[in-house]
């Protein structure tokens, strides 16, 4: 009963998306248009590997999967992420798990 609330490695997942995202990001605004949107694919696909393989070995009721998007949002607003981005990403991972 008490694990269903247990969310610190969903949580911890989620931080460890929004640094990743951040760190690719902010890369991104530096480089031209084109390099840009090529490095924003790369970054989904990675992003999906991620959360595959996350998803391949835990378990997430709707508690630790709203525990692992709060972490996301609030990592990606603190690394400064644009609020339509911050959705979109929100959105993406959440879609996904």
């Given at each position: ?41 790369k970054l989904a ?22 525990q692992l998007g ?24 959440l879609s996904r798990?």
């Amino acid at each position: 009963m008490f694990s269903w609330f247990d969310a610190g490695e969903a949580k911890k997942f989620g931080k460890e998306l929004a640094e990743l995202i951040v760190e690719r990001s902010q890369g991104a605004d530096k480089r031209k248009e084109k390099k840009a949107a090529l490095g924003a694919e790369k970054l989904a696909r990675d992003v999906s590997m991620r959360i595959n393989a996350f998803r391949g070995g835990h378990r997430l009721n709707v508690y630790k999967k709203a525990q692992l998007g709060n972490e996301l949002k609030w990592g990606l607003q603190q690394g400064g992420i644009a609020q339509d981005q911050i959705d979109g990403w929100t959105t993406f991972v959440l879609s996904r798990l």
